[in-house]
């Protein structure tokens, strides 16, 4: 049934920043500005919590040409800004929920569009249930973003595809790096993830006819090993001088610990997700005290969230499709509910968009099936290579002045006045 209720939108953007992220607000805003029931389109600064402190911009006005919605389109990270608020349930705060129900009242807010991770899915699914609860004609659709790929049902999320390329081309310039030197040595590339290793895997793209690397692949769905990984760079050492070692953040041991915590300090956000970091260069020590080599550890760490230089066509793409379709859905009158890609075929890549109740995939994982990590638990298969290998083709035409990637001016995540185009 088509959804005739005139209105307002209103559009967050919550989690981690990927370079796809402000594609999906692109589509959005492309699609609200050609339908007729949507009035005025409104941004959240700063998520949710933005909103609840009144931190609103106008983006009709802002985006109304199509050479600035492009420019968005090419812009990293997230033009609204973020946050990592985790509402509260409507029994522990209900005094939020009518906060936020009485300002959308006042907008006018008949659409919300909420594109994030894990997290931000709750959000949507707790908003969605409160307005089912008091009645309140609105459509909330959540719009999936993160460079982990661990929603489940989708096939994979916005904003992966880019991440994974960046990981592939950094490994492969790393390995031009370290063949150079005719001595041993092992360089260890630490890579986010905290519970799935999808972006980790993604490293196997990086082999070429000339070179093997990475030589082995960490992910946190096989317990790690320290005697197997010791093992395993002594009897590569005895055939290959340069060994490169991709890991995830995340890796734990038999007992379920992460590795990275063993050797540093881990803080807990607020949704109780530790803030990992240090696997890298514990494993350097580590190799560095049993082996007689050169060893290097490396930390992508937010690197590989935001390189529009390094990005995904096929991505971007995606991305900016998914936010179209969140608005076509709103219009057939679905609410509570993310948007998914579903792939069709691998060669030809096809796909198709659709939904699911959000229910099924707030605070959920989607982790590497584990027939896709070799049975030495070093190492993926083809079927990941065929899985990946589509989500990285295409190169994306970005804006440059001065030598320099010219992106959408972000002043007004730090002031209170700015032009967004100077």
């Keep these: ?9 209103l559009i967050g953007q919550s989690g981690g920043p990927t370079v796809a992220i402000n594609a999906s607000l692109c589509g959005v805003i492309e699609e609200a500005l050609q339908d007729p029931n949507i009035q005025t389109i409104y941004g959240m ?16 006005d802002l985006f109304q040409e199509k050479e600035k919605r492009q420019f968005l389109k090419t812009t990293p990270a997230m033009y609204l800004g973020s946050c990592r608020y985790k509402l509260p349930s409507f029994e522990e705060n209900p005094k939020v929920y009518e906060e936020i129900f009485k300002d959308f009242q006042e907008m006018n807010i008949r659409y919300f569009f909420y594109i994030g991770g894990n997290d931000s899915m709750d959000t949507v699914w707790k908003l969605s249930q409160y307005a089912k609860k008091v009645s309140y004609p609105i459509q909330i659709i959540g719009i999936p973003k993160t460079i982990d790929n661990d929603l489940p049902y989708t ?5 992966f595809g880019s991440a994974a390329k960046y990981v592939a081309t950094s490994l492969l310039e790393i390995a031009h790096d370290s063949y150079i030197y005719d001595l041993p040595s092992v360089t260890i590339v630490e890579i986010m993830g905290r519970n799935a290793g999808w972006l980790t895997a993604a490293s196997v793209l990086a082999r070429t006819s000339y070179h093997n690397g990475p030589d082995f692949i960490y992910l946190p769905e096989v317990p790690f090993v320290t005697y197997e990984f010791l093992k395993d760079l002594r009897e590569l050492q005895k055939v290959k001088k340069n060994i490169i070692v991709a890991v995830s953040e995340g890796i734990k041991n038999p007992e379920g610990n992460y590795i990275a915590s063993q050797s540093v300090a881990t803080h807990i956000d607020g ?3 530790a803030q990992l970091s240090g696997v890298g260069k514990a494993l350097e020590y580590m190799v560095q005290t049993a082996l007689s080599c050169k060893v290097r550890s490396i930390e992508l760490s937010v690197l590989q969230r935001s390189a529009m230089h390094n990005a995904s066509r096929t991505d971007l793409d995606e991305a900016q499709r998914i936010g179209q379709e969140a608005v076509k859905a709103a219009q057939k009158g679905i609410t509570g509910h993310m948007m998914v890609l579903t792939r069709e075929s691998n060669n030809p890549y096809t796909l198709s968009v659709s939904t699911v109740p959000v229910e099924q995939v707030a605070n959920q994982e989607k982790k590497v099936p584990r027939e896709w990590i070799n049975p030495a638990g070093n190492d993926v298969t083809q079927e990941m290579v065929d899985y990946l290998q589509p989500l990285i083709i295409g190169e994306v035409p970005v804006t440059y ?12 995540l730090t002031q209170a006045s700015f032009d967004p185009f100077l």
């Design 401 to 412: 002045q001065d030598g320099l990637p010219k992106y959408c001016n972000i002043s007004h």
């Design 45 to 60: 600064v700063n998520g949710i919590e933005g909103f609840l402190e009144k931190n609103i911009l106008n983006l009709s």
């Design 1 to 9: 049934m088509m959804n005739t209720n005139k209105g307002n939108c």
């Design 155 to 159: 096939d994979h999320t916005p904003g």
């Design 271 to 273: 949704f109780g997700h």
